[in-house]
Nanobody, 116 residues
Framework: VQLQASGGGSVQSGGSLRLSCAAS????????MGWYREIPGNRRELVAV???????NYADSVKGRFTISRDNGKNTLYLQMNSLKPEDTAVYYC???????????WGKGTQVTVSS
């Protein structure tokens, strides 16, 4: 699975951004898919995940502010980020775990910078 992430940028605190992750395969072939973020020097943190049936899960730090969604027709996963905070500043990565696989596939990261 090839993943192409986009949509990062710089925004002021309280602003919004939407990240996109285009997949080379249909979501029907993917078990779960989501977003991680990484701050330099810190470990990679799970932000949001969506399983094939549509259920979602979020990190406590983003609940109520971020929404993960998908467009099956476009094979694209989204992360709508509202009420952004400086602590949301990180490189965001999308990943996908295909069905019948133990391997995660990753897209290139996209930088999100939130200024106070």
């Amino acid at each position: 699975v090839q993943l192409q992430a986009s949509g990062g940028g710089s925004v002021q605190s309280g602003g919004s951004l939407r990240l996109s992750c285009a997949a080379s395969k249909s979501f029907f072939s993917i078990r779960h898919m989501g977003w991680y973020r990484e701050i330099p020097g810190n470990r990679r943190e799970l932000v949001a995940v969506m399983v094939s049936g549509g259920n979602t899960n979020y990190a406590d730090s983003v609940k109520g502010r971020f929404t993960i969604s998908r467009d099956n027709g476009k094979n694209t996963l989204y992360l709508q980020m509202n009420s952004l905070k400086p602590e949301d500043t990180a490189v965001y990565y999308c990943y996908a775990r295909p069905k019948h696989s133990d391997m995660d596939y990753w897209g290139k990261g996209t930088q999100v910078t939130v200024s106070s």
